[in-house]
T-cell receptor, first 112, second 113 residues
Framework: GQQLNQSPQSMFIQEGEDVSMNCTSS?????WLWYKQDPGEGPVLLIA?????ELTSNGRLTAQFGITRKDSFLNISASIPSDVGIYFC????????????FGGGTRLMVKP | SAVISQKPSRDICQRGTSLTIQCQVD?????MFWYRQQPGQSLTLIAT?????????ESGFVIDKFPISRPNLTFSTLTVSNMSPEDSSIYLC??????????FGPGTRLLVL
């Protein structure tokens, strides 16, 4: 099946630093989604990308839909302690495109 | 988006028993899904909950182990049957109106002893 390879698996950074994580696939995706999961919570949608080359921001977060449609990245600028959590990329699969497959996640830890 | 609640939020169960998890949405949605998240892992789709018909299960998941109901457009249940310690996971429901975007409930944390 279609797999999303997400890297890095974990990051331990200093508060104020910028963060970058990415997701790649051997297959083409028409949509890329980025979620964040706080400890003890369900994933929350951060950014949705629908067009190749699209660059979208949500506050300090910026995500891009790769031109090849096989990759996406998420950047976080000026990290703060509440950015701690697990970040997942996801893309639609199935004939109707209404099911999601998820990357393995990037666990972000921020040192104050 | 949608406001999604799950009950129970967590439970500790004995092996061999069954647990039914409820998912309630604040408004009608087209699609409802159930996911499993094993400790330290990503999300794996269990099934699509279809309103008025049998759920559609993904490879590796069967109806006898994970029976699902969806009596209307705002409610679904997932039962984890004949539990073993390997079933200890977070179980998440999600909903979708638009084709690709899904919104998740807070999850049910299950520990099987």
């Amino acid at each position: 099946g279609q797999q999303l390879n997400q890297s890095p698996q974990s990051m331990f950074i200093q508060e104020g630093e910028d963060v970058s994580m990415n997701c790649t696939s051997s297959s083409i995706f028409n949509t890329w989604l980025w979620y964040k999961q706080d400890p003890g919570e369900g994933p929350v949608l951060l950014i949705a990308l629908y067009k190749a080359g699209e660059l979208t921001s949500n506050g300090r977060l910026t995500a891009q839909f790769g031109i090849t449609r096989k990759d996406s990245f998420l950047n976080i600028s000026a990290s703060i302690p509440s950015d701690v959590g697990i970040y997942f990329c996801a893309g639609p699969i199935g004939n109707a495109g209404n099911m999601l497959t998820f990357g393995g996640g990037t666990r972000l830890m921020v040192k104050p | 988006s949608a406001v999604i609640s799950q009950k129970p939020s967590r439970d500790i169960c004995q092996r061999g028993t069954s647990l039914t998890i409820q998912c309630q949405v604040d408004s009608q949605v087209t699609m409802m899904f159930w996911y499993r998240q094993q400790p330290g892992q990503s999300l794996t789709l269990i099934a699509t909950a279809n309103q008025g018909s049998e759920a559609t299960y993904e490879s590796g998941f069967v109806i006898d182990k994970f029976p699902i109901s969806r009596p209307n457009l705002t409610f679904s249940t997932l039962t984890v049957s004949n539990m073993s310690p390997e079933d200890s996971s977070i179980y998440l429901c999600s909903v979708s109106r638009a084709q690709e975007t899904q919104y998740f409930g807070p999850g049910t944390r299950l520990l099987v002893l």
